[in-house]
């Protein structure tokens, strides 16, 4: 059988920090890794508190996608990861703008976990349509 995975590459948004791609395609769906707050520009985490990284985050998820051929709005499922469930409702009220999902937002799941990597406040994987 053929390997009909095809992993995403841009500049657009953070390089991986490890042996992993930023996506793969795979049939008509996009996997996409966790993305945090790096600026692609400086690598350097985004000054603020949640909500500039919850933004930075869906700019460089936006950035990968566009780069497998889709867009945010084409998203099926995304994981929410927060470093503190007190600051769920500053994510949520960037992660809800309509110019990120549009009118028909993805299923999602958030979870708060104990740590994030570079200590950040928030990390964002996303399940997209090709």
Known sequence: MANDKKPVQTTAAPKALGPYAQ????GDMIY???????????????????????????ENLRAVLKAAGSDLDRAVKTTVFIKNMNDFAAMNEVYGRP???????PARSTVE??????????????????
Not at 99 to 105: H, L, S, T, V
């Open 113 to 130: 976990v104990a740590r994030l990597p570079r200590d950040v406040l928030v990390e964002i994987e996303v399940v997209a349509l090709a």
């Open 99 to 105: 110019e990120y999902f549009g009118p028909n937002p």
């Open 32 to 58: 996409c890794a966790g993305q945090i707050p790096l600026d692609p520009a400086t690598g350097n985490i985004v000054p603020g508190g949640v909500a500039e990284q919850t933004e930075r985050v869906l």
């Open 23 to 26: 996506a793969i395609v795979a």
